[in-house]
DNA sequence: CATCGACTACAAGTATTCGCATAGGAATTT
DNA sequence: AAATTCCTATGCGAATACTTGTAGTCGATG
């Protein structure tokens, strides 16, 4: 799990990145707003801890460009800040913020909410990149990150759509429900068929199994 | 992919140039808002980056222009200016940008937007070029990109003409209600017969089927 | 380690949809 | 009126998409 530390304060810097180190996250290190909207690209955490108020961009404005480019827009945005007033609150939650923690704060304290966020992540609650691959709902076509298109059948088309729709697990009879219909029966196998051509077609990698559960769209 | 870069500043201009050049991309520049509505018709770029504030005509202007332009209407457009007021962005998006970026910017930053904007062109999400062939209304005729023009049938004209006005596939259903209209039933075989037609005077590679969803016109 | 349930792979069968040839009748032109 | 073009209908073969059956694999559980 990687994780953006934002502030123009080295001290603190290397304070909050030194704990988090130890708690075995990634961390990477900006000093003010500009910077961190570039690293923020390059690094592509799943969280970044910022300050309110920095030199050059601060925290407000660096939000904002975060949420405006696709490539960073869904990633986790927590402030960190000695401000407490309620009116910086609420203008970092316009901004765009996600949570919103006050200075000073103990370790300990940085940590657990820290823990409590990747947990989210890490169940999958919350979608922190954008997808790279896309379904052309016009052509009928799924167009891989590399950029090449791969024309579907109907049936495949609609499951994938399902799939690709929500970042988690479908069983197999919301599956069945959604392509085919409530009323409508077939074999289990059929499904298992299809989803097998959908892999051929736009690689293995992409749904998952889940055993007694259902499938999922992932990557 | 080609990549129309536009700045008065000959600094940026050649900074950009030689980044998007190394990163593949063919590059044409030009340096105020009227060499960039002459060269966007010639060079034919995919992406056209613009500064905002250049003499001559500014970029809001020239985005105006190249949106009057046919020829010029569908390209990309993203404005890269040192601007971040609101206002000026709410005018940009008001011309008709496509999207915005904020100067200073690192080149992996700008590299990385780039990138996802061609992939979005590359998908045919977006279409940049106008279609070299058109229709001749007056005529009832259909005029090849070589110039060669083709007499169409009532029925077969009035087919093409939807087919053709947008990039997208059309079920049979639609094409019935727009040419027969919603009352009138006739085979399903029938339109196949028109499109047998249509394929063996205009080509047979410029409609293509997608089993079990519909007709769409390509090229 | 045996068993069971659930998933996969392969192969074959069934159903649907489309392309094409052909043809008769309507509309238009000569 | 005759000739030509255009529209629609129909039937069948071919291509594609979908479903099912059988057999085999995998992993969890007792």
Known sequence: MRILVVDDELDIREFVQYNLLKE???VA???NGREAVERAVEFRPHLILMDMMMPEMDGREACRALRANPATSKMMIVFLSAVCEEESLVE???A?????ITKPVSMKVLCSRVGA??????SGEREVFPKSSRLNEEQHSFVADSG???????KEFEILRL???????FTREEIFNAVWGQGVVVGSRTLDVHIRHLRTKIGDNHI??????GFRYEE
Do not use: F, P
């Open 24 to 26: 075995g996250y990634e």
């Open 29 to 31: 290190c900006a000093t």
């Open 92 to 94: 970092c939650y316009e």
């Open 96 to 100: 765009g913020a996600d949570d919103y």
């Open 117 to 122: 966020i990747c947990k989210r992540i890490a």
């Open 148 to 154: 090449e298109e791969v024309r579907l059948a109907v």
């Open 163 to 169: 799939l690709h729709s929500e970042n988690r697990i």
């Open 208 to 213: 998952s199994t889940y055993k007694g559960v």
